[in-house]
């Protein structure tokens, strides 16, 4: 995504400005509109670059809160709100009483925006790394029918339901990353530590080695050479990978790749469909027009591939097409969701037949994530089976053979 420069007006006809981020000057000015910026200018944003203590001076004074924080202030929002408290005096409240500072200044800048007479979205909209474009369109949704307590009692649910998603596929990789990290500790310290010491004793032997040896020997005595460069080139190519991901090209074919993974890419995929879901009916019910409903769901699924799937849905529909027939294209779609779809589109319940879809996803993440490790273990078990199997034929085939030749004497 590119950062666009834009000026514009709100709704009672103060001018304001700001930045953010869309793939095209289009998605920036469809995006203005959702949350209730009527768009005069945009061009394309001017890339400064600050030096790194500027940087790390204003990560400090502004730290990203986590989504904890946003639940609870969500959550304390609603309460207050449904309460019967004006909105600038509950944020005004909440802010003396905030731990996080990024949340707390954040949160006065949008009430001194507040009492300039700006709207709570347009806001929240200068404040990127904290609100997202789902937060902000919720908001606009809540201010323009006078359910704000509304808006954000539905939008501290969903991050609740997302945060326990992402947590649950979290705790699913957790093992077999650990694994992993601690299968190549032990190979490295095997080939620089160990093997060297076994090798001056099987040179002095003066006899033909078994493959096995050979092969350790030889990797032990590369690693041992070139150990240097070998560090070096897996941190260049770390970093070249993490470059090239942030990319557009890249973030697309690397979404992409996740949803194909072995094993955890069926989890993946289908808490990123639990999270549209959960978040199309959430906009859908809060009255939100549903091409511009696809439009903010698709920037929530944190997924560039899912989000071009579902944006093509969106083109679907604006030619004419039905939900059914774009979700069918999509090739997102399990049949039975599709035949959900399709019921609450004929019944015009689309709203609550996705919450069945995402409460059906959801379910299905949580039976996946259970049994993922019962399916990694005898993958891995296998996997350090065949290892400790080349090592010990390695090591103990040439001590048999020279207790042999000693038996034979």
């Known amino acids: 995504?590119?950062?666009?420069?834009?000026?514009?007006?709100?709704?009672?006809?103060?001018?304001?400005?700001?930045?953010?981020?869309?793939?095209?000057?289009?998605?920036?000015?469809?995006?203005?509109?959702?949350?209730?910026?009527?768009?005069?200018?945009?061009?394309?944003?001017?890339?400064?670059?600050?030096?790194?203590?500027?940087?790390?001076?204003?990560?400090?004074?502004?730290?990203?809160?986590?989504?904890?924080?946003?639940?609870?202030?969500?959550?304390?929002?609603?309460?207050?709100?449904?309460?019967?408290?004006?909105?600038?005096?509950?944020l005004q409240g909440l802010q003396t009483h905030m731990v996080h500072k990024g949340m707390r200044n954040a949160v006065g800048e949008i009430a001194t925006d507040l009492e300039a007479g700006r709207t709570l979205a347009g806001s929240m909209q200068k404040h990127p790394k904290i609100f997202s474009n789902l937060f902000i369109s919720m908001m606009n949704v809540g201010e323009n029918t006078g359910q704000l307590d509304i808006a954000f009692q539905h939008i501290y649910k969903y991050l609740e339901i997302d945060k326990e998603t992402k947590d649950r596929v979290k705790e699913a990789l957790r093992y077999p990353t650990f694994v992993m990290i601690a299968m190549a500790i032990a190979i490295g310290i095997i080939n620089l530590m160990v093997i060297p010491q076994f090798a001056k004793t099987f040179e002095s032997f003066g006899s033909e080695l078994p493959w096995a040896t050979k092969i350790l020997m030889a990797t032990s005595q590369f690693t041992v050479d070139y150990w240097q460069y070998i560090l070096v080139g897996l941190v260049i190519a770390f970093m070249g990978i993490k470059a090239y991901i942030k990319t557009d090209e890249g973030k697309y074919k690397w979404d992409r790749q996740k949803l194909r993974l072995p094993l955890v890419g069926t989890i993946i995929n289908r808490a990123t469909l639990a999270r549209f879901s959960r978040a199309f009916s959430m906009a859908f019910r809060a009255g939100v027009p549903i091409t511009q409903t696809l439009v903010i769901v698709s920037r929530a699924v944190d997924n560039s591939y899912i989000e071009k799937r579902i944006l093509d849905m969106r083109d679907g529909l604006e030619h004419g097409e039905s939900l059914t027939q774009t979700a069918v294209a999509s090739n997102l779609f399990t049949p039975l969701v599709l035949q959900m779809i399709n019921v609450g589109e004929e019944t015009g319940a689309v709203d609550d037949m996705l919450d069945e879809v995402a409460n059906f996803y959801e379910r299905e993440v949580e039976y996946d994530t259970k049994k993922l490790s019962s399916a990694i273990e005898p993958i891995m078990i296998t996997v350090i089976g065949i290892m400790v199997l080349i090592l010990a034929l390695g090591v103990f085939l040439p001590m048999w053979d020279l207790g042999s030749v000693a038996m034979g004497r």
């Open 1 to 90: 995504m590119a950062a666009f420069q834009y000026k514009g007006r709100i709704s009672q006809g103060e001018s304001v400005t700001g930045e953010l981020e869309a793939n095209s000057s289009n998605d920036a000015a469809s995006h203005l509109i959702n949350i209730g910026i009527t768009p005069i200018d945009i061009a394309a944003a001017k890339v400064e670059q600050a030096n790194a203590l500027e940087k790390i001076q204003d990560l400090l004074d502004n730290p990203i809160p986590d989504t904890n924080e946003l639940i609870m202030f969500s959550r304390q929002m609603a309460t207050l709100l449904k309460a019967g408290i004006s909105i600038l005096p509950t």
